[in-house]
C-alpha cells in the first residue's frame, strides 16, 4: 500500500497522513469501549481535497471511515479491526464559509465545531438552536451524519430539520453541489435527507447550509417536582397549550437519576426543599420580554397546580440559577458513570405513550430482574428517554453487566410494542447493527440496502456500520 | 389486457375499475392543458387493495399514475399520450384512521382531502398547518408526493417537515409501514423523506403520520403599502425580530397583482386609500392574548413607519376583514387567468435575495419584451414568489405565448445565477423535466437516476415524471 499512502501524502500533504501511534485517539471511540485499526488517518483541508482522497480509495479500493468529533455513542466513527481502511477526518474543514443575515443561513464546513457554530451564529445576532452536551467536541458534520437531536428538538427539531443544503464527496470521489440556502425547492428527489443521518455509508457531508434562528429575547428555567410519569406528560400538555413554539425545553427526570448527581457531585444542590419522585426542567424562550415570559409560566405552574400535577415549583431568578439547574440535568449521565457502568438504552415512544411505556417496562424489569435501579431521564416533549438500568444494590456493576443481552430485549421488545424507536438520537453504527435487524421489517431492510448498493455499490464507505 | 383488467375488477371491484369516457376528469389536468390516455382508472379502497394492483401491474408490467385530487401544476398526476398505463386514484383511502391528542399527531389515509384533514385536527383543539388554497379538492397524499408548500411555510415548513411517518406500496406491490408517530427516531436511512416530494415515481404513498400544533389562540393580519421589494424584505427582517414563530404569513404582492384583482373582481376592495408600488400582507398567529398580539404588531408597523419602510399600513379589525384581505392576495391567480394567460414561473431565491432578483430580472425581460407586464408575488418569508410575466399591452396573450421558451430561459437563467429554484412549489412532473436538465448537474441527475433505478428498476412508477 505504499503507492496508496504515497498518494495520499501528494494530496494532503506529508503531516496530514497519520499512521502508527499517532492514530490512536482516531482509533478508539468516545466511550472507551473499542480500538480499532486503520492504514492511516488522513487529513484533507478541502472538499477538493476530501473528493481527491475518495477517488484514491476507489482505484486502491480501500474503505472510508469518516470522522468529525468521533464523539459518537454507538461506534459508528472508527474502524473496525480489519485494518484495512483509513481514517477521513473532516477536522481541517472548519471553515465558516457565509453568514447570510437575511437568509437566516449559513454555510459551515463539515469539521466545523458545533460550538463555534453556535458562537459564529450568535455573533451574528441570531440563533443556531442544536444544543448537545459534547458541543465543544463534537463537528457539525458528524452531527448530521448521525442526525443529532438534544435537548432544543421540541421546538427546533433535530440537525435534519436544521438543515437546507449539503456539499457531499460521494464514495467514487465526486463533489456534489447541494448547498442551496432555499425554504422552498422542489426540483427533485431529496438527497439531502438521504446523507443526513447515514452516518458517513453513502458518503462524505463536507458542507452544509444551516438555518438560523432568532436570538430569544429572554429565558426562562424552572424545576417542577411531580409523583409520576403521566403527571408529567399532563404538564407537557398544560405547557404546550400556553406556550406553543416558546416551550424550548421540557426534560423528564426521576429522583434516583437526581440522587446519584447529588451524590457524585455535592456541589450541586436540589432546587427544591422536599424529596419527590420525579422532576421536571422546563424552558421557555420568548421573544417579548422577562415579564411576558414569566407571566406564561405562572400559568402553567397555576393551571398544574390546580390540577394536583405539580407539587412544588422553583423559577429561577438568574442566569446562575438557570445553569444550575440544568447542570443537574446535564451531571446525570456523568454521575451514572461515576456510580458504576450500568445498562443503557436512547428509545423513543409517542410521547402520548412514555408514561405508560415506562409503567410497563419498569415492571417487566423487576420481574426479571428484582431490585434493578431506573436512571430514567430523558426529553420527554420527544418521547425520547434515556432509559438505564443499574444494578440492584449490592451486585456489582460488572456482574450485572453480563445480563446486558436479557435486559436489551425486554427493553428493546417493549420499544417495539409501543411502535418506538431503540435509537432515538445515536443511531446504529457498529453498535446496533444486529438490534434493528430484530426490528424492522424485512422489506425496510431490503430498502435500505437497495439505497446503499445504488449509491456505494463497492461498500467503500463506513463498512460495517447500519448495515 | 383483458385478464389483466379482470384481476384488477376482482381486487378492487367491479365499479372501482373505470374506462372509456368515465376515465375523463381523471385524464386531464388541473389547468386544461393536456389529457393523456389510459387504459383504466382503479380506485383501491385499502392499502392492502392498493399493493395487490401493485404486484399485479408489475407481473403485466403496466405502468402506473398515481392520482390524488389531480389538482398539481405540472403534469405530474396525468398519464402520457402512451395508453398503456392505469391511473391508480387514491380517493377512496379517505379515512382518518387516528388522531393521538397527547403526541400531536394524526395518521390519516393518502386519499383524505386536506380541507377534511384540517377539519379534524381543528375538532381535536389542534392545527394541521398546511394550507393551500386547493384544500377543498386536493388530497393528503398529493400534498406529500408534492412537499406541497403554500402560505403557513414559514412559521410550519413544507410538507415534507409536517409529516413523522409513511405507508408506502412500492413498485413491487410490499407495503412498507413506516406509520411511526416519534419526533426522535435514528434507526437508518430516512426512507420517509425519499417518498416525500418524489411525485409517485418510486413509490405509491398510502397513508401518513403528521405533526399537530396547538391552534393559535389569536391571528391578526395587516396590510402594508411599500415602494420596493427591498423594503419588503427589511419589514420581514423587522417582523421575525419582534414576531419569531409568531410570523405565520409575510406575502408580497405587487401594485399590478392587486389592480388585476380590483379590476376582475371589483367587490374585491383594496384596504388602502392610495395607491402604492407594493404590498405586503403580514399574518401573526399567537397564542396569547389578542392585546399581545396587537402590541406585537404595533411595534413591528412602529419600526417600519420609524424607518421610513412603510408607507401607509391597516389592521384588519375583524375576521371579515382579515378575510378581505386574504382574499385579495388569493384572487391574484383567478384575476390573472381573467386576464388573458401568461407566462408563469413557481421559482425562490434565498430570501436576502428576492429583491436583487426581481430588479435583476425585471430589467432583463424589459430589454428582451419591452412592455411586458409583471405579476409579481408570493410567499416573500420563504423567498419563493410567483413571477408570472404578461404581454404588453395592446399585444394579444396568444401570440406573447409564443415567446414563452425565451422568456423561460431569461427567467430560469436569472433564478440560476442567484443559487435558486425554478420550482419552488409545484414540482417538476412532465412539464419540467426537461427544464431541469439545463440547471442541475449531471452528477446531481445520476444521483436521482441511482434512486430511481434502485427503488423502481422497471420503471413503472408515473414514468415520465421528473426524470
Given at each position: 500500500?505504499?503507492?496508496?499512502?504515497?498518494?495520499?501524502?501528494?494530496?494532503?500533504?506529508?503531516?496530514?497522513?497519520?499512521?502508527?501511534?499517532?492514530?490512536?485517539?482516531?482509533?478508539?471511540d468516545w466511550r472507551n469501549?473499542?480500538?480499532?485499526?486503520?492504514?492511516?488517518?488522513?487529513?484533507?483541508?478541502?472538499?477538493?481535497?476530501?473528493?481527491?482522497?475518495?477517488?484514491?480509495?476507489?482505484?486502491?479500493?480501500?474503505?472510508?471511515?469518516?470522522?468529525?468529533?468521533n464523539t459518537g455513542l454507538?461506534?459508528?466513527s472508527?474502524?473496525?479491526?480489519?485494518?484495512?481502511?483509513?481514517?477521513?477526518?473532516?477536522?481541517?474543514?472548519?471553515?465558516?464559509?457565509?453568514?447570510?443575515?437575511?437568509?437566516?443561513?449559513?454555510?459551515?464546513?463539515?469539521?466545523?465545531?458545533?460550538?463555534?457554530?453556535?458562537?459564529?451564529?450568535?455573533?451574528?445576532?441570531?440563533?443556531?438552536?442544536?444544543?448537545?452536551?459534547s458541543?465543544?467536541?463534537?463537528?457539525?458534520?458528524?452531527?448530521?451524519?448521525?442526525?443529532?437531536?438534544?435537548?432544543?428538538?421540541?421546538?427546533?427539531?433535530?440537525?435534519?430539520?436544521?438543515?437546507?443544503?449539503?456539499?457531499?464527496?460521494?464514495?467514487?470521489?465526486?463533489?456534489?453541489?447541494?448547498?442551496?440556502?432555499?425554504?422552498?425547492?422542489?426540483?427533485?428527489?431529496?438527497?439531502?435527507?438521504?446523507?443526513?443521518?447515514?452516518?458517513?455509508?453513502?458518503?462524505?457531508?463536507?458542507?452544509?447550509?444551516?438555518?438560523?434562528?432568532?436570538?430569544?429575547?429572554?429565558?426562562?428555567?424552572?424545576?417542577?417536582?411531580?409523583?409520576?410519569?403521566?403527571?408529567?406528560?399532563?404538564?407537557?400538555?398544560?405547557?404546550?397549550?400556553?406556550?406553543?413554539?416558546?416551550?424550548?425545553?421540557?426534560?423528564?427526570?426521576?429522583?434516583?437519576?437526581?440522587?446519584?448527581?447529588?451524590?457524585?457531585?455535592?456541589?450541586?444542590?436540589?432546587?427544591?426543599?422536599?424529596?419527590?419522585?420525579?422532576?421536571?426542567?422546563?424552558?421557555?424562550?420568548?421573544?417579548?420580554?422577562?415579564?411576558?415570559?414569566?407571566?406564561?409560566?405562572?400559568?402553567?405552574?397555576?393551571?398544574?397546580?390546580?390540577?394536583?400535577?405539580?407539587?412544588?415549583?422553583?423559577?429561577?431568578?438568574?442566569?446562575?440559577?438557570?445553569?444550575?439547574?440544568?447542570?443537574?440535568?446535564?451531571?446525570?449521565?456523568?454521575?451514572?458513570?461515576?456510580?458504576?457502568?450500568?445498562?443503557?438504552?436512547?428509545?423513543?415512544?409517542?410521547?402520548?405513550?412514555?408514561?405508560?411505556?415506562?409503567?410497563?417496562?419498569?415492571?417487566?424489569?423487576?420481574?426479571?430482574?428484582?431490585?434493578?435501579?431506573?436512571?430514567?431521564?430523558?426529553?420527554?416533549?420527544?418521547?425520547?428517554?434515556?432509559?438505564?438500568?443499574?444494578?440492584?444494590?449490592?451486585?456489582?456493576?460488572?456482574?450485572?453487566?453480563?445480563?446486558?443481552?436479557?435486559?436489551?430485549?425486554?427493553?428493546?421488545?417493549?420499544?417495539?410494542?409501543?411502535?418506538?424507536?431503540?435509537?432515538?438520537?445515536?443511531?446504529?453504527?457498529?453498535?446496533?447493527?444486529?438490534?434493528?435487524?430484530?426490528?424492522?421489517?424485512?422489506?425496510?431492510?431490503?430498502?435500505?440496502?437497495?439505497?446503499?448498493?445504488?449509491?456505494?455499490?463497492?461498500?467503500?464507505?463506513?463498512?460495517?456500520?447500519?448495515?
Amino acid at each position: 500500500m505504499q503507492p496508496f499512502l504515497d498518494q495520499c501524502r501528494a494530496i494532503v500533504g506529508e503531516s496530514h497522513v497519520i499512521v502508527d501511534t499517532g492514530m490512536d485517539a482516531f482509533l478508539t471511540d468516545w466511550r472507551n469501549r473499542f480500538t480499532g485499526s486503520a492504514r492511516a488517518v488522513v487529513q484533507p483541508a478541502s472538499s477538493d481535497e476530501a473528493a481527491a482522497i475518495g477517488r484514491l480509495c476507489c482505484e486502491f479500493l480501500v474503505p472510508i471511515v469518516p470522522q468529525g468529533g468521533n464523539t459518537g455513542l454507538v461506534l459508528g466513527s472508527v474502524p473496525d479491526a480489519r485494518g484495512n481502511a483509513i481514517v477521513l477526518s473532516l477536522t481541517r474543514l472548519n471553515r465558516i464559509r457565509e453568514i447570510d443575515v437575511l437568509n437566516n443561513t449559513m454555510t459551515v464546513e463539515a469539521g466545523c465545531l458545533l460550538e463555534n457554530v453556535r458562537n459564529a451564529a450568535a455573533e451574528a445576532g441570531l440563533l443556531f438552536p442544536l444544543s448537545l452536551a459534547s458541543a465543544g467536541s463534537c463537528t457539525i458534520g458528524g452531527n448530521l451524519s448521525a442526525n443529532a437531536g438534544g435537548t432544543a428538538v421540541l421546538r427546533y427539531g433535530n440537525a435534519r430539520e436544521l438543515c437546507l443544503g449539503l456539499e457531499v464527496v460521494t464514495p467514487q470521489g465526486e463533489i456534489w453541489n447541494g448547498l442551496r440556502g432555499l425554504r422552498k425547492d422542489n426540483t427533485g428527489y431529496d438527497l439531502r435527507d438521504i446523507y443526513i443521518g447515514a452516518e458517513g455509508t453513502l458518503g462524505l457531508i463536507t458542507a452544509a447550509v444551516l438555518k438560523l434562528f432568532p436570538q430569544p429575547r429572554t429565558m426562562l428555567t424552572a424545576f417542577a417536582a411531580l409523583q409520576t410519569p403521566a403527571a408529567a406528560q399532563r404538564l407537557l400538555a398544560i405547557a404546550r397549550k400556553h406556550c406553543d413554539a416558546a416551550l424550548t425545553g421540557f426534560e423528564l427526570m426521576s429522583d434516583y437519576s437526581l440522587r446519584l448527581v447529588t451524590k457524585h457531585f455535592p456541589q450541586l444542590a436540589m432546587p427544591l426543599p422536599a424529596q419527590h419522585r420525579q422532576y421536571v426542567l422546563l424552558e421557555l424562550s420568548d421573544g417579548d420580554s422577562q415579564d411576558h415570559a414569566m407571566a406564561m409560566l405562572e400559568a402553567v405552574i397555576g393551571d398544574a397546580i390546580d390540577e394536583g400535577i405539580v407539587q412544588d415549583a422553583a423559577v429561577a431568578s438568574s442566569i446562575a440559577q438557570s445553569r444550575a439547574m440544568w447542570h443537574l440535568r446535564e451531571h446525570i449521565s456523568l454521575a451514572q458513570a461515576a456510580e458504576g457502568k450500568n445498562i443503557k438504552h436512547d428509545i423513543a415512544v409517542p410521547s402520548s405513550r412514555v408514561a405508560d411505556f415506562i409503567e410497563a417496562t419498569d415492571a417487566l424489569l423487576q420481574q426479571h430482574f428484582p431490585g434493578c435501579r431506573m436512571v430514567t431521564f430523558g426529553h420527554l416533549g420527544d418521547g425520547s428517554l434515556h432509559y438505564n438500568v443499574s444494578a440492584p444494590e449490592g451486585v456489582a456493576p460488572d456482574e450485572f453487566l453480563r445480563q446486558q443481552g436479557a435486559v436489551n430485549r425486554i427493553v428493546h421488545d417493549s420499544v417495539n410494542s409501543f411502535n418506538g424507536s431503540i435509537s432515538a438520537e445515536h443511531g446504529i453504527g457498529a453498535l446496533k447493527r444486529g438490534e434493528i435487524l430484530l426490528y424492522k421489517s424485512d422489506l425496510e431492510i431490503r430498502l435500505m440496502q437497495k439505497i446503499k448498493n445504488a449509491l456505494d455499490p463497492l461498500h467503500l464507505m463506513n463498512p460495517g456500520k447500519i448495515l
